[in-house]
């Protein structure tokens, strides 16, 4: 098929995963390269088939959607694959912590056809599923509860060490600005914005602008309850 997208499905529901297989091989420009009911199975898929996107359920027996993302991101053979998790609106401690083991983004799970393929489609191009805004008003809610406090995202650490302009850079990207939206704001191109944010994930160790939005709040350049709109 080409330059399809080469897409594993992971999800303990067979019924589920047959429907989800059904739609991304009906697009053109995909293909299902493998399926897993567990989250073991799509670990060692994942490095058998080597997939472009798996799209991910959090809850799965043997090994759960979020330690097995963790795995694939921590292994750098596996690097380039990029993690689609499926979760629902109450899932929202579950969705922070995919987020900060390596999750490009994620989806509820009763999104509509059209959307799980728009989004499998952004997954694979390399960017964040979602404009951050949403991402970061879920994280907003969670950061309230101090149980998540203890866990915290290790780039955020190293915010302190970022010039001036860096961490404006940062708060912006926290807020859900896209990189041309930063760039009018701070009257940079949407290139040097980009570079800007690529030069912040590489200092931070982000794997991506999710991860960038977790450190944002955790470490306090966004305070939960801040208005998220663009400023």
Same mark, same amino acid.
């Given at each position: 098929m080409g330059d399809a997208l080469r897409v594993l499905l992971a999800d303990d529901q067979h019924l589920v995963r $047959? =429907?989800?297989a059904m739609l991304v091989s009906s697009a053109a420009d995909m293909e299902v390269v493998g399926e897993a009911a567990d989250g073991r199975a799509a670990l060692e898929l994942a490095r058998e088939c080597r997939p472009d996107v798996v799209v991910m359920? !959090?809850? &799965? *027996? !043997?090994?759960?959607? +979020? %330690? =097995? @993302? #963790?795995? +694939?991101a921590a292994d750098p053979e596996l690097s380039r694959i990029r993690v689609l998790v499926l979760t629902t609106y109450e899932d929202d401690e579950n969705v922070l912590a995919a987020l /900060?083991?390596? =999750?490009?983004?994620f989806l509820v799970k009763d999104t509509r056809p059209a959307e799980l393929l728009a989004a499998i489609r952004t997954i694979g191009a390399g960017e964040a599923l979602l404009s951050p805004g949403p991402t970061a008003r879920l994280i907003? #809610?969670?950061? #309230? &509860? *101090?149980a998540t406090a203890s866990t915290g @995202?290790?780039? $955020?650490? /190293?915010?302190?060490?970022?010039?001036a302009r860096e961490r404006e850079v940062l708060t912006l990207v926290g807020r859900g600005l896209t990189n041309a939206e930063i760039g009018t704001l701070l009257g940079l191109s949407p290139l040097t914005a980009k570079t800007h944010v690529s030069r +912040? &994930?590489? /200092?931070?160790?982000?794997?991506?602008?999710?991860?960038?939005?977790? !450190?944002?709040? %955790? $470490?306090?350049? !966004?305070v939960p309850g801040d208005d998220l709109s663009p400023t």
């Amino acid at each position: 098929m080409g330059d399809a997208l080469r897409v594993l499905l992971a999800d303990d529901q067979h019924l589920v995963r $047959s =429907a989800f297989a059904m739609l991304v091989s009906s697009a053109a420009d995909m293909e299902v390269v493998g399926e897993a009911a567990d989250g073991r199975a799509a670990l060692e898929l994942a490095r058998e088939c080597r997939p472009d996107v798996v799209v991910m359920d !959090i809850r &799965m *027996p !043997i090994l759960d959607g +979020i %330690e =097995a @993302t #963790r795995l +694939i991101a921590a292994d750098p053979e596996l690097s380039r694959i990029r993690v689609l998790v499926l979760t629902t609106y109450e899932d929202d401690e579950n969705v922070l912590a995919a987020l /900060r083991a390596g =999750a490009g983004g994620f989806l509820v799970k009763d999104t509509r056809p059209a959307e799980l393929l728009a989004a499998i489609r952004t997954i694979g191009a390399g960017e964040a599923l979602l404009s951050p805004g949403p991402t970061a008003r879920l994280i907003s #809610r969670v950061l #309230r &509860m *101090p149980a998540t406090a203890s866990t915290g @995202t290790p780039g $955020s650490a /190293r915010v302190a060490d970022l010039s001036a302009r860096e961490r404006e850079v940062l708060t912006l990207v926290g807020r859900g600005l896209t990189n041309a939206e930063i760039g009018t704001l701070l009257g940079l191109s949407p290139l040097t914005a980009k570079t800007h944010v690529s030069r +912040i &994930m590489a /200092r931070l160790g982000a794997r991506d602008r999710p991860q960038l939005v977790v !450190i944002a709040y %955790e $470490s306090g350049l !966004i305070v939960p309850g801040d208005d998220l709109s663009p400023t």
